[in-house]
T-cell receptor, first 115, second 113 residues
Framework: EPEVTQTPSHQVTQMGQEVILRCVPISNHLYFYWYRQILGQKVEFLVSFYNNEISEKSEIFDDQFSVERPDGSNFTLKIRSTKLEDSAMYFC?????????????FGQGTRLTVV | ELKVEQNPLFLSMQEGKNYTIYCNYSTTSDRLYWYRQDPGKSLESLFVLLSNGAVKQEGRLMASLDTKARLSTLHITAAVHDLSATYFCAVAGGGGSQGNLIFGKGTKLSVKP
């Protein structure tokens, strides 16, 4: 069964460092997303990406964040200068196979710990 | 601004009992999802509800959607321990993106023998 894969599963970084979280969406999906979940809290939308550009972003997704689809398979989230409050589980998701009403499938997540 | 509220946030049940989790949302949306999350794990899609009156069932779980009331329910029948998890409802935020989902805070379900 096709799935969204994320790497690494756990990343520890020092405050102020840059991190790149990687995702391989489901093949043939057209829409890509990043969400985050601070420990014990709800899942929050960060950004959606379609046709090689950001289609929507939340107020959480400030200038410290960027996304990229560097090739035909990977989708990355970069945090330029990490802060303690960036510690969370980051989920990548993908959806859409040319239709409008398909669900988003989530990856296993990357747990980011900023120390 | 779309808001999604779930209740209860915590639910402790005995095996064999029935219960319902409620999900209210504040503005019109054409899609509502239910996800399950086990501790430290990802989100597993349970149901996608697309129209008023939609009802879907899988095993001991049944979800329904009333778009006029902006209410979805997740009904648990004869609970078993394996259903212990956190259940989230999520509503499509609209716009051109299909996955801009606004999540509720989740209902942490604990089923005890």
């Amino acid at each position: 069964e096709p799935e969204v894969t994320q790497t690494p599963s756990h990343q520890v970084t020092q405050m102020g460092q840059e991190v790149i979280l990687r995702c391989v969406p489901i093949s043939n999906h057209l829409y890509f997303y990043w969400y985050r979940q601070i420990l014990g809290q709800k899942v929050e939308f960060l950004v959606s990406f379609y046709n090689n550009e950001i289609s929507e972003k939340s107020e959480i997704f400030d200038d410290q964040f960027s996304v990229e689809r560097p090739d035909g398979s990977n989708f990355t989230l970069k945090i330029r200068s990490t802060k303690l409050e960036d510690s969370a589980m980051y989920f990548c998701a993908s959806s859409g196979q040319g239709t409008m009403n398909t669900e988003a499938f989530f990856g296993q997540g990357t747990r980011l710990t900023v120390v | 601004e779309l808001k999604v509220e779930q209740n209860p946030l915590f639910l402790s049940m005995q095996e064999g009992k029935n219960y319902t989790i409620y999900c209210n949302y504040s503005t019109t949306s054409d899609r509502l999802y239910w996800y399950r999350q086990d501790p430290g794990k990802s989100l597993e899609s349970l149901f996608v509800l697309l129209s008023n009156g939609a009802v879907k069932q899988e095993g001991r779980l049944m979800a329904s959607l009333d778009t006029k009331a902006r209410l979805s329910t997740l009904h648990i029948t004869a609970a078993v321990h394996d259903l212990s998890a956190t259940y989230f409802c999520a509503v499509a935020g609209g716009g051109g993106s299909q996955g801009n989902l606004i999540f509720g805070k989740g209902t942490k379900l604990s089923v005890k023998p």
